[in-house]
Structure formats: C-alpha cells, structure tokens
C-alpha cells in the first residue's frame, strides 16, 4: 500500500540558508501534519492541513511557512536557519473521512551547519 | 492546557517478560488515542488507534486500553521479545481540533 512519502530524505544547510521540505501524503488523505523531532525528543506539532487550508497551528516559529497545494501535497519552508533547527521533520497524512489514525512518513533529517 | 505524560521514561525488562507503558493525558474530551513505535533515527509505526468511544484494542501481542475519565491509557506487550526494543509513543488528538499531542515516550529494552 502508498505510504506517506517525504523528500529530501536527508538534508545540510549552513545558518541563515533556505529549506523546503515535501511532503505527498497517502492518496485521498485530504490532511497533513508536519512535526519536528530534536534529537532525543518527543515529536512537536508544528502546523496541520485540511482541505488547503491551515487546519491547526502549533509551535512553528515565525520563520518557517508551510502550505498545501490541490493534489494535497504539502510543503514546509524554512528560512533563515539557525543550529536549532536540526531536527527529523516528520509528515504525517490523515483520511479525514476514516478512523483518525495518522500515517507518518519516514522523515526528512535536516542539519543546519 | 492539553498535555500527554508518559511513565516510566525508561524500562528495561528480560525476555518473556510481560509489560505494561503508561500514557496519561490532561482534558479528558479526547477524539482518539494512538500508540507509535519509534526505532532510533526512524519514523513513527502506528500500532493502536483508540477511539474515544472505545475502551481497549487488540493487535497480535498488544493491548491498548483507555479510560478517559482517568484520564489514561496502557498499553500491554505480552511475552515480550529483544524485537519489540525501542521507544513506544503515545499520541492525543482531542476533540474539537486537529493538533495531535506526544507524550516523551518510554524508551524499553528487552533483554534476551
């Protein structure tokens, strides 16, 4: 069966550059989620997607934007990136019409030099 | 504020142990409860989905309960084994939104 799929898988940035990570959720799952995992720490919600629109917000710094297009695939764009945004990015998709069970992707691991 | 506790924040346990993590949640207006295992440096595997309206659910040698006026939930690995190592997540979703909370996870070790 499709998985959540997420890209670049890995990722080096120096401080202060620009990254964007994708994300292409199961097909007819219509959310998404994206969540940031510093090393040794438990996933924190950054932001959600239903429908193209920002369902739900959480701890996403200023810096950082994300948007869902029409075939509900998602971007999340990072600038000016400091040290403290290492981090696994995970994606996670959702069928709103289903059960509510989230399927994560297998991360995107982003090292800010 | 909405928040997710998980206790121990570590166990380590010989083979063939039984096992029960600990999950407990503030706000007991919860839409469901998921259980996710997380190998180092990997993604996130679903391994029980608990509606609000339901109580336990079963998948092979696991079993999720949940309580919401106590506001917790369990999860039971019977006869465990070295495979079942790594770091068991339990996630919230309440109602009324869409934000999903994790608790920090217990990190097990089975001993064989």
């Known amino acids: 069966a499709a998985g959540v799929i997420q890209s670049p898988r890995h990722l080096i940035k120096e401080k202060r550059e620009t990254a964007t990570l994708k994300c292409y959720p199961i097909p007819r799952h219509d959310t998404v989620y994206w969540y940031q995992q510093g090393p040794g720490q438990d996933p924190q919600f950054l932001i959600s997607?239903?429908?193209?629109?920002?369902?739900d917000k959480g701890s996403i710094p200023d810096r950082f934007s994300a948007q869902q297009f029409s075939d509900y695939h998602s971007e999340l764009n990072m600038s000016s990136l400091e040290l403290g945004d290492s981090a696994l990015y995970f994606c996670a998709s959702l069928g709103y019409a289903n059960t509510g069970e989230l399927f994560f992707g297998e991360g995107s691991r982003l090292t800010v030099l | 504020k909405q928040e997710v506790t998980q206790i121990p924040a570590a166990l380590s346990v010989p083979e063939g142990e039984n096992l029960v993590l600990n999950c407990s949640f503030t706000d007991s207006a919860i839409y469901n409860l998921q259980w996710f295992r997380q190998d180092p440096g990997k993604g996130l595997t679903s391994l029980l989905l608990i509606q609000s309206s339901q109580r336990e659910q079963t998948s092979g040698r696991l079993n999720a309960s949940l309580d919401k006026s106590s506001g917790r939930s369990t999860l039971y690995i019977a006869a465990s084994q070295p495979g079942d190592s790594a770091t068991y997540l339990c996630a919230v979703r309440w109602t009324g939104g869409f934000k999903t909370i994790f608790g920090a996870g217990t990190r097990l070790f089975v001993k064989a």
């Open positions: 997607f239903y429908e193209k629109m920002q369902s």
